[in-house]
Structure formats: structure tokens, C-alpha cells
């Protein structure tokens, strides 16, 4: 069974202070790991897409990385804005297909004080 | 783009009552949509994958005849809670997957509250 373990559950900052968010997996058959951002009252916002070890993408002050355990979501001078539930999901290979299945961790709480 | 959107955003119905959620994906066609399911300060779990003109895939643990999903068009699916009680207050997202992206791309939810 594919496993996602996020962590810190809540990770509180001052405006400026970085700081990585963690997310820990166990999937049969990475196809691909996905970052979200959701904010209270609404659907996830997509970020990022990771496929393969040593892979990295950049959105603006966040940075994603992934190995083959663990992917890494890094904040860089974060904002108030930056204040939102960071999701992880993993999406594994079903015999050569993959019907889109994500599973989903917990989710990382951030707050950004100013 | 990728723009993906669900109606009603907020229902309050009596016990025993069906509601019906439209999700619709508007500038992309979608094969398979997704229906998720998230409690207060928990995470997404799947209820089931839609796919067009084909039965729907239900996830473990999850009534088919309470939760029945149609998938009638490569841009809209909904999910009706048929005999609503207040145990399925929740708030409900859906998503689309764009093609050859492989990335899943989701509504903006909605929250039944069942009286």
C-alpha cells in the first residue's frame, strides 16, 4: 500500500525565515510525486510535479527536490501569502498504466507572521 | 488554463434529501475526473474515479448506491449523495486529469452540510 508521512504537521515562521517542508513516501512505482498548496475553504492548488531522483523544479520562492524516499519542498524568504496547508500526494505505475490514483499525505500547516 | 470548477459551492439540505454536485472541467477535456472527499483539518481521500461513458471506479470503504457518480461528457461529472444524512457533511473536491500531463488539476469544493 502507498504510504505518504508529511512532515512538520505545523511549522510557524517569521516573514523572511526559510525553511523546508518534508515528505516522506513508500509507493510501489514512483510515476510521479505532486506538490499542492490549499488554502482554507478551497480545492489544492497544483505547484509542482517531481518524476525522478534528483529532479528539482522552482516556482518563485519555493523549490521542490526528490530522491527515492523523500521529496523536499524548500521556502525561500517566505511571505505572509506564502501562509497555506502544503500538500504531498504520490502517483505509482499499475501495470505499466497508471489511472491517475493520488495518495495524499497530511499536509504541512504554514504560517508566515510578518 | 486548467481551470476546474464545481456547483454548488456551499449546500445545507434536510436528512433524507439527494444533492447533486456538478464538477466541470472549462478550457480542457478530461477523460477521467476524480472525487475526493476531506474532513476538518484531515487530508484528501479518494472516494472514486470517473471515467467518460464508463462505470466509475469506487474506492474501498465507499457506498456506490449512496455516492453516484456520472461521467456524461469529457467536461462534466457530478456526484449525487442520495438519502443524505448528517454523518456525510463534509466538504467535497473534484479533479480532472489533463491529458499527457498526468497531473491532476481540482475544483474549487464543495461544502454539505446536512441538517
Known amino acids: 500500500e502507498d504510504q505518504v508521512t508529511q512532515s512538520p504537521e505545523a511549522l510557524r515562521l517569521q516573514e523572511g525565515e526559510s525553511s523546508s517542508l518534508n515528505c516522506s513516501y513508500t509507493v510501489s512505482g514512483l510515476r510521479g510525486l505532486f506538490w499542492y498548496r490549499q488554502d482554507p475553504g478551497k480545492g489544492p492548488e497544483f505547484l509542482f510535479t517531481?518524476?525522478?531522483a534528483g529532479e528539482e523544479k522552482e516556482k518563485e520562492r519555493l523549490k521542490a527536490t526528490l530522491t527515492k524516499k523523500e521529496s523536499f519542498l524548500h521556502i525561500t524568504a517566505p511571505k505572509p501569502e506564502d501562509s497555506a496547508t502544503y500538500l504531498c500526494a504520490v502517483q505509482a505505475f499499475t501495470g505499466g498504466t497508471s489511472y491517475g490514483k493520488l495518495t495524499f499525505g497530511q499536509g504541512t500547516i504554514l504560517t508566515v507572521h510578518p | 488554463g486548467a481551470v476546474v470548477s464545481q456547483h454548488p459551492s456551499r449546500v445545507i439540505c434536510k436528512s433524507g434529501t439527494s444533492v447533486k454536485i456538478e464538477c466541470r472541467s472549462l478550457?480542457?477535456?478530461?477523460?477521467?475526473m476524480f472525487w475526493y472527499r476531506q474532513f476538518p483539518k484531515q487530508s484528501l481521500m479518494l472516494m472514486a474515479t470517473s471515467n467518460e461513458g464508463s462505470k466509475a471506479t469506487y474506492e474501498q470503504g465507499v457506498e456506490k448506491d449512496k455516492f453516484l457518480i456520472n461521467h456524461a461528457s469529457l467536461t462534466l461529472s457530478t456526484l449525487t449523495v442520495t438519502s443524505a444524512h448528517p454523518e456525510d457533511s463534509s466538504f467535497y473536491i473534484c479533479?480532472?486529469?489533463?491529458?499527457?500531463?498526468?497531473?491532476?488539476?481540482f475544483g474549487p469544493g464543495t461544502r454539505l452540510l446536512v441538517l
Open positions: 517531481l518524476y525522478s
Open positions: 479533479s480532472a486529469d489533463l491529458a499527457g500531463t498526468e497531473t491532476q488539476y
Open positions: 478550457d480542457f477535456q478530461a477523460t477521467t
